[in-house]
């Protein structure tokens, strides 16, 4: 890892769809070949020393589409997890899902808590799967979660809500990429994504690979990060909360 290597990149993997489209191929064709990119960046992440990734494989709104693709989605995670665990557990790699578990499948629920325990002390890459994830989701849980542990408003700070938030055990990303054209976060990682740098790609995510993940590290290298103030090493990686934080009990 070079000085301006991100330590934590997040994605948002769009264009799986259209990537199928264009070839006349189901929908669900272009996810089962995001796996393939997918597995090709956490590869690449571990090459380059990249110590958390995160991506967004299913958000609270995806419920909103066609039947067969949805259940086409949840299949391909169950059966994903079932190939690639092995895999990634013996490359160091840790997994951890973040997300609405109410309303899995109990399929769905069993395959991603047996990937979490399988991978738990592995420490070279967390790979974090955002599953039934929506940023506003993640704030109102993270509230909830606060009232019920007895916290009273005064109590209430930026970092005691980070710490119950859905990536306290990774903290926020540096660098968030889109693939697929659109310049949104589409509500992925809101909270989180306050002091990220953004970089946006018109590749479909079937079509991400190395050189591509290498182009953004590149345009984040050059970034001056100041974190709202003045004077801030470029990259400075300490700033801002940036740091995983221990949950609140
Ligand atoms: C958005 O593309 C992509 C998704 C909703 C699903 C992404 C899921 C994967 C790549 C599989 C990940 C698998 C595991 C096991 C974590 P889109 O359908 O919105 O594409 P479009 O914009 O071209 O329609």
């Known amino acids: 890892m070079t000085p301006q290597t991100p330590r934590h ?7 799986n769809g259209r990537w199928a489209t264009r070839r006349y191929m189901p929908r669900i ?3 089962w070949q995001g796996v393939e990119a997918l597995r090709r960046t956490v590869r690449a992440c571990t090459d380059r020393g990249v110590s958390a990734l995160t991506v967004f494989a299913f958000s609270s709104e995806n419920w909103s589409r066609p039947q067969d693709e949805v259940s086409g989605l949840m299949k391909l995670l169950a059966e994903t997890l079932t190939r690639e665990v ?12 973040a997300g609405d578990r109410g309303g899995l499948s109990e399929r769905v629920l069993q395959g991603l808590t047996r990937a979490e325990q399988t991978t738990a002390s592995n420490t070279k890459l967390t790979l974090t799967v955002a599953f039934n994830y929506g940023g506003r989701w993640d704030m109102v849980n993270a509230c909830r979660q606060l009232v019920s542990n007895g916290m009273s408003a005064d109590q209430i700070s930026e970092a005691a809500l980070a710490a119950v938030s859905a990536l306290a055990h ?9 693939t697929g054209g659109e310049q949104r976060l589409s509500n992925f990682l809101l909270w989180h994504a306050a002091y990220a740098e953004l970089f946006f790609t018109d590749r479909l995510w079937p079509e991400f690979d190395a050189s591509d993940l290498d182009a953004a590290i590149t345009a984040f290298a050059g970034r001056e990060r100041r974190f709202g103030g003045v ?3 470029a990259n400075d ?3 801002q909360g940036s740091e995983p934080v221990a949950r609140a009990a």
């Open 231 to 233: 004077g801030v090493l």
């Open 9 to 15: 990149i997040a994605i948002v993997m769009d264009g």
């Open 170 to 178: 990774v903290g926020d990303p540096d660098l968030i990429i889109r």
């Open 86 to 97: 092995p895999g990634l557990d013996k490359n160091g790699v840790r997994i951890v899902f």
């Open 237 to 239: 990686r300490t700033s």
């Open 29 to 31: 064709a272009g996810h």
